[in-house]
Nanobody, 127 residues
Framework: QVQLVESGGGLVQPGGSLRLSCAAS????????MGWFRQAPGKAREFVGA????????YYSDSVKGRFTISRDNSKNTVYLQMNSLKPEDTAVYYC????????????????????WGQGTQVTVSS
């Protein structure tokens, strides 16, 4: 069992940066591939990024590629999402998610691939 708690959200101006953290409990965190998703009001949840257990593989959606970076520190049971050059369209509730498996499949962008979810943290990009 893995429990996930996100933090680091808030209000930021366009062009600004935020770093989200997702703290995991459970002894097997280092064996979990992780993902970040987001959901804006009135929209479906969408994939943001994913990372495998060793950090050797990362994926990003086209909308955030080059601006967001996903990383993890297995010694701290934490995965991060560094968000730079934020835009108003990045406004959403951001969720981290964990797979039971260490690897990512070709379906890494599908929410159904993930077994555990955090409660989400709000990110608002506005002037």
């Amino acid at each position: 069992q893995v429990q996930l708690v996100e933090s680091g959200g808030g209000l930021v101006q366009p062009g600004g940066s935020l770093r989200l953290s997702c703290a995991a409990s459970g002894r097997t965190f280092s064996r979990n591939a992780m993902g970040w998703f987001r959901q804006a009001p009135g929209k479906a949840r969408e994939f943001v990024g994913a990372i495998n257990w060793s950090s050797s593989t990362t994926y990003y959606s086209d909308s955030v590629k080059g601006r967001f970076t996903i990383s993890r520190d297995n010694s701290k049971n934490t995965v991060y999402l560094q968000m730079n050059s934020l835009k108003p369209e990045d406004t959403a509730v951001y969720y981290c998610a964990a797979r039971k498996a260490i690897y990512l499949t070709s379906r890494y962008s599908s929410s159904s691939e993930y077994d555990y979810w955090g409660q989400g943290t709000q990110v608002t990009v506005s002037s």
